[in-house]
């Protein structure tokens, strides 16, 4: 039967429960390799650090420097009632978008305390049920964050997240803290594989995507096309965009870390070249939409319906994506955001 792709239901795919990854690898690069040939469709199987054996001496590796921050706080009301807290968006440099909870019981004007050293107030309610918080501290910001706040795990790692999350739940290059989420596809990578890919002649390049919660959000359509995407903030520098736009004059391959990368460049793509800036993008890259600047994609394992499949099938072609997540089924791989990972070029 032919699959009707602007329909959520044709990226439906079963998988066990127990094949979502609750924990990391015990090291980064020693995760395993789906190699998916997009014009072919054959697959191959390996660990991660022989990706390199793949690449060639004049490519562009994209990767999304974003660092996830703490945003997990748990604090009490005056009346000692304990409230929880999900920093969503920095509004300014004291005001936060916040998730709260629970959410009914917290009005506009509640004071709240999280340590001696920070406290905060919620000054208004949105319309999609978010809050404003101003926060007040002694000390630095940033500091308590990193002393009090918990990694923000993705809803199906069905544990509390520890101080080693801290560490696992980032890339090795994370430098711009601004994510709820980790690029996880980032996460194979070790500083001593960087340094290999780059020793072959690999040339790698940065974009800023900062992740929100909308990475989670599942298509509630029938329709994938009347999906809405929550914006997110992204960047790319001048000299990103020199990089890119000279690689794909030349011809050589632009390799994109993530889908988080991928959307980023496309955000920023017309005519099969890039700009640089800074901007708020609602992309959703789906089949039917065109991918202008990546020729390789490395990648997680995603979600049923998810807009991330629904991307990844844009690049690669359905049917052979499809039937690898269908192989990586029977191979047993480790899926989502501490799984495996797949290469497609």
Same mark, same amino acid.
């Given at each position: 039967?032919?699959?009707?792709?602007?329909?959520?239901?044709?990226? @439906?795919?079963?998988?066990?429960?127990?094949?979502?990854?609750? @924990?990391?690898?015990?090291? =980064?690069?020693?995760?395993?390799?789906?190699?998916?040939?997009?014009?072919?469709?054959?697959?191959?199987?390996?660990?991660?650090?022989?990706?390199?054996?793949?690449?060639?001496?004049?490519?562009?590796?994209?990767?999304?420097?974003?660092?996830?921050?703490?945003?997990?706080?748990?604090?009490?009301?005056?009346?000692?009632?304990?409230?929880?807290?999900?920093?969503?968006?920095?509004?300014?440099?004291?005001?936060?978008?916040?998730?709260?909870?629970?959410? =009914?019981?917290?009005?506009? *004007?509640?004071?709240?305390?999280?340590?001696?050293?920070?406290?905060?107030?919620?000054?208004?309610?949105? #319309?999609?049920?978010?809050?404003?918080?101003?926060?007040?501290?002694? *000390?630095?910001?940033?500091?308590?964050?990193?002393?009090?706040?918990?990694?923000?795990?993705?809803?199906?790692?069905?544990?509390?997240?520890?101080?080693?999350?801290?560490?696992?739940?980032?890339?090795?290059?994370?430098?711009?803290?601004?994510?709820?989420?980790?690029?996880?596809?980032?996460?194979?990578?070790?500083?001593?594989?960087?340094?290999?890919?780059?020793?072959? *002649?690999?040339?790698?390049?940065?974009?800023?995507?900062?992740? *929100?919660?909308?990475?989670? =959000?599942?298509?509630?359509?029938? @329709?994938?096309?009347?999906?809405?995407?929550?914006?997110?903030?992204?960047?790319?520098?001048?000299?990103?965009?020199?990089?890119?736009?000279?690689?794909?004059?030349?011809?050589?391959?632009?390799?994109?870390?993530?889908?988080?990368?991928?959307?980023?460049?496309?955000?920023?793509?017309? #005519? /099969?070249?890039?700009?640089?800036?800074?901007?708020?993008?609602?992309?959703?890259?789906?089949?039917?939409?065109?991918?202008?600047?990546?020729?390789?994609?490395?990648?997680?394992?995603?979600?049923?319906?998810?807009?991330?499949?629904?991307?990844?099938?844009?690049?690669?072609?359905?049917?052979?994506?499809?039937?690898? @997540?269908?192989?990586?089924?029977?191979?047993?791989?480790?899926?989502?955001?501490? /799984?495996?990972?797949?290469?497609?070029?």
């Amino acid at each position: 039967m032919i699959k009707d792709l602007s329909k959520k239901r044709s990226y @439906y795919y079963k998988l066990p429960p127990e094949y979502i990854a609750q @924990y990391p690898s015990n090291r =980064r690069s020693e995760s395993r390799l789906l190699y998916l040939n997009r014009s072919s469709g054959k697959i191959e199987h390996h660990k991660f650090d022989e990706i390199i054996k793949y690449f060639r001496s004049d490519d562009i590796l994209v990767l999304n420097k974003t660092k996830v921050i703490p945003a997990r706080l748990f604090g009490r009301k005056i009346t000692g009632a304990q409230v929880e807290i999900f920093l969503l968006n920095q509004i300014s440099s004291s005001i936060w978008e916040c998730l709260v909870r629970p959410g =009914r019981r917290i009005p506009i *004007g509640t004071k709240l305390e999280f340590d001696r050293n920070l406290k905060g107030e919620i000054t208004a309610r949105r #319309n999609t049920g978010t809050r404003l918080i101003e926060f007040f501290w002694t *000390g630095d910001f940033w500091d308590i964050l990193e002393n009090i706040g918990k990694m923000p795990l993705p809803p199906y790692i069905k544990r509390k997240a520890t101080e080693k999350d801290k560490r696992t739940y980032q890339t090795v290059y994370a430098d711009e803290k601004g994510s709820v989420a980790a690029p996880t596809a980032g996460l194979h990578f070790t500083e001593e594989l960087l340094t290999k890919i780059v020793e072959l *002649g690999v040339k790698i390049t940065w974009v800023i995507l900062h992740i *929100g919660l909308g990475t989670f =959000r599942p298509v509630q359509t029938e @329709y994938i096309a009347d999906h809405q995407m929550h914006k997110e903030h992204c960047q790319i520098t001048q000299e990103t965009t020199d990089v890119i736009n000279q690689a794909k004059k030349e011809g050589k391959r632009v390799i994109a870390v993530g889908t988080t990368t991928t959307r980023t460049l496309e955000s920023f793509a017309e #005519n /099969g070249s890039i700009s640089s800036g800074s901007k708020w993008t609602d992309l959703f890259i789906h089949p039917g939409k065109k991918i202008q600047i990546i020729d390789g994609l490395i990648t997680n394992f995603h979600m049923p319906e998810s807009t991330l499949l629904m991307l990844v099938a844009t690049f690669a072609g359905y049917e052979n994506i499809i039937n690898a @997540y269908r192989v990586a089924v029977e191979k047993k791989y480790r899926f989502f955001s501490y /799984g495996d990972a797949m290469l497609i070029l």
